[in-house]
């Protein structure tokens, strides 16, 4: 499940503010599970805060995977935790830049 920590509108995602509840209402009432959360933090921000805050509501609610972390922050997401990581850049280069 995609927690929009950064709260940023073009970015897909529950807020944190609702995570728990509607965690709580996808197994209780929808019987979905969940395995665990994953979060994109805003470019403009330090990683660590958005990183511990995903990690903390995994913990809240039981959940041991966390999909956090790129190329550019992908050491600061594994010291908060994280069991996968987005590394493409790192390994492939950078993306062509389209327009």
């Given amino acids: 499940m995609q927690v929009n920590t950064g709260q940023e509108d073009q970015k897909a995602g529950v807020p944190p503010r609702v995570a728990d509840a509607f965690l709580d209402d996808c197994r209780n009432r929808l019987g979905i599970g969940i395995e665990g959360l994953m979060c994109i933090p805003p470019l403009d921000e330090p990683p660590g805060p958005h990183f511990a805050l995903l990690a903390k509501i995994a913990r809240r609610n039981g959940l041991?995977?966390?999909?956090?972390?790129?190329?550019?922050?992908?050491?600061?997401?594994?010291?908060?935790?994280?069991?996968?990581?987005?590394?493409?850049s790192a390994l492939f280069g950078a993306r062509p830049q389209h327009g």
Avoid: N, P, W
């Avoid at 966390?66 to 987005?86: C, N, P, Q, W, Y």
């Fill in 64 to 88: 041991t995977k966390l999909s956090m972390g790129m190329s550019g922050d992908f050491e600061i997401a594994i010291r908060h935790g994280a069991t996968s990581v987005r590394i493409g």
